[in-house]
């Protein structure tokens, strides 16, 4: 309950931090950090190989538990439209 009544003083002080820390995490990772390597976007594919195999395997495993789920009666989430009277 007490968060509720300060919840408008905190909110705009919590964005104004973020959007500090944003700024200086910004420039001191453009213009004062130095990396010992550089891979010149080599790595890009792989990154995004493992980035859609983890997508697609958090697709199929929900709809595979709806699919071979042994309950008779079908579960509402897994129907398309929502829930079915």
Known sequence: MVYCIINPIIAPTVLLYFLLAMGCQRYNALYVYKS???????FWGAVFHQIMVGLYGMQV?????????VVPVPIPACLPGGEQE
Request: charged share 20%.
């Open 36 to 42: 010992s390597y550089e891979s010149g976007g080599r």
């Open 61 to 69: 495993s929900p709809q595979s538990i709806c699919v071979f789920d």
